[in-house]
Nanobody
Framework: VQLVESGGGLVQAGGSLRLSCAAS????????MGWYRQAPGKQRELVAR???????NYADSVKGRFTISRDNTKNTVDLQMNSLKPQDTAVYYC??????????????WGQGTQVTVSS
């Protein structure tokens, strides 16, 4: 398993959750890492992405509420989610853009973790 996620669960609206993802050495080196989500009946969408240098970008719907961070020494990426809303309910997937093939980039995905926000 190349990416292992943890931290999903059930929370009330307005609450917080923190998702974590650890990358295995088999996919090193890694360029950007990020989090995507997929709600029932909808396409998978980018939530947040962080480059190897620390540059970040967020979906408009989560700006100001979610924060992505990365620890290159531990090869982990976290997503701190605050002020959660019912519309944040989805399966969240960790993503890594690997350079292990010698060129950019091969995408790897975690198994997904459920986040449910009740109203």
């Amino acid at each position: 398993v190349q990416l292992v996620e943890s931290g999903g669960g059930l929370v009330q609206a307005g609450g917080s959750l923190r998702l974590s993802c650890a990358a295995s050495e088999s996919i090193f080196p890694v360029n950007a890492m990020g989090w995507y989500r997929q709600a029932p009946g909808k396409q998978r969408e980018l939530v947040a992405r962080i480059s190897s240098g620390g540059s970040t970008n967020y979906a408009d719907s989560v700006k100001g509420r979610f924060t992505i961070s990365r620890d290159n020494t531990k090869n982990t990426v976290d997503l701190q989610m605050n002020s959660l809303k019912p519309q944040d309910t989805a399966v969240y997937y960790c993503n890594a853009e690997s350079l292990n093939s010698g060129s950019c980039c091969k995408f790897y995905w975690g198994q997904g973790t459920q986040v449910t926000v009740s109203s």
